[in-house]
C-alpha cells in the first residue's frame, strides 16, 4: 500500500506565472486535504474533498486559487498569477472517512516564487 | 475558534533520555481531538498519536504517550527513551465537531534534537 504521493516536490515559478500541483491520495481514501506551510508556522487547511465534491474552503483560498478531484481519486491544486505571498509547502493527505480519526500526508510541493 | 499553542520553539535531549513536548489548546467545542504529528527534515509529516475529548485514558503509542489534562486544556507529548531518528519538528494539532472533525489546526512546532 503506497502513501500519498505529490507532483512536482520543487516547483520554482516566476511571479505571474500559473502553476499545477497533483496530490494522489492512498487508494480507497475518500476524503483528500490541502494545506499550507509557510516558513516557520504549522501547516493551514485549505480545502477539503469527499470523494469528488469540495465540501469546504479556507478564506486563505482567495479566487486565484482552485482545487479540483474530478474522478474522486487524484486532485489538482491550481495557482494563478502567482506572487512572492504564495511561496510555501502546499501539503496534502488522505484518510478513510469511516476509518480512524489520522491523516496521511503526502511529501508535499514546495513552490518558490521568484 | 479553535487554537493550540506550542511554547517551545526548540528543545534539545540527550539520547535515551525522556521528553516532554508541550501542547495547550483552546477550544470552546466539548468534541474535538488531538494530534500529534512528526516532521523530518524532508518534509513530510508523519502521524504519531490521537486522542479525542471524551477518551477517559491518555492515548499511547509505543514510545508516544499523550498526557491530556482536560481541566487545563493540555496535551503533552511524552516520548520515552529517546533516539537520535527523534530529532526532528514536532506540530500538535486539533479537530472540532464544529469544524466536522476534518480540517486540523496546527501549532507552531517544536523542533527537537537529540544529542548522542
Given at each position: 500500500d503506497t502513501g500519498v504521493s505529490q507532483n512536482p516536490r520543487h516547483k520554482i515559478t516566476k511571479r505571474g506565472q500559473n502553476v499545477t500541483f497533483r496530490c494522489d491520495p492512498i487508494s480507497e481514501h475518500n476524503r483528500l486535504y490541502w494545506?499550507?506551510?509557510?516558513?516557520?508556522?504549522?501547516?493551514?487547511?485549505?480545502t477539503y474533498f469527499q470523494n469528488e465534491a469540495q465540501l469546504e474552503k479556507s478564506r486563505l483560498l482567495s479566487d486565484r486559487f482552485s482545487a479540483e478531484r474530478p474522478k474522486g481519486s487524484f486532485s489538482t491544486l491550481e495557482i494563478q498569477r502567482t506572487e512572492q505571498g504564495d511561496s510555501a509547502m502546499y501539503l496534502c493527505a488522505s484518510r478513510?472517512?469511516?476509518?480512524?480519526?489520522?491523516?496521511?500526508?503526502?511529501?508535499?510541493?514546495?513552490?518558490?516564487?521568484? | 475558534a479553535q487554537k493550540i499553542t506550542?511554547?517551545?520553539?526548540?528543545?534539545?535531549?540527550?539520547?535515551?533520555?525522556?521528553?516532554?513536548?508541550?501542547?495547550?489548546?483552546?477550544?470552546?467545542?466539548p468534541s474535538y481531538g488531538l494530534f500529534w504529528y512528526k516532521q523530518p527534515s524532508s518534509g513530510e509529516m508523519i502521524f504519531l498519536i490521537y486522542q479525542g475529548s471524551y477518551d477517559q485514558q491518555n492515548a499511547t503509542e509505543g514510545r508516544y504517550s499523550l498526557n491530556f489534562q482536560k481541566a487545563r486544556k493540555s496535551a503533552n507529548l511524552v516520548i520515552s527513551a529517546s533516539q537520535l531518528g527523534d530529532s526532528a519538528?514536532?506540530?500538535?494539532a486539533m479537530s472540532t465537531a464544529r469544524s466536522g472533525?476534518?480540517?486540523?489546526?496546527?501549532?507552531?512546532?517544536?523542533?527537537?534534537t537529540i544529542i548522542p
Open positions: 494545506y499550507r506551510q509557510t516558513l516557520g508556522q504549522g501547516p493551514e487547511f485549505l478513510i472517512w469511516e476509518g480512524g480519526h489520522e491523516q496521511y500526508f503526502g511529501p508535499g510541493t514546495r513552490l518558490t516564487v521568484t | 506550542q511554547t517551545q520553539p526548540g528543545m534539545f535531549v540527550q539520547e535515551k533520555e525522556a521528553v516532554t513536548l508541550d501542547c495547550t489548546y483552546d477550544t470552546s467545542d519538528m514536532y506540530f500538535c472533525n476534518e480540517k486540523l489546526t496546527f501549532g507552531t512546532g517544536t523542533r527537537l
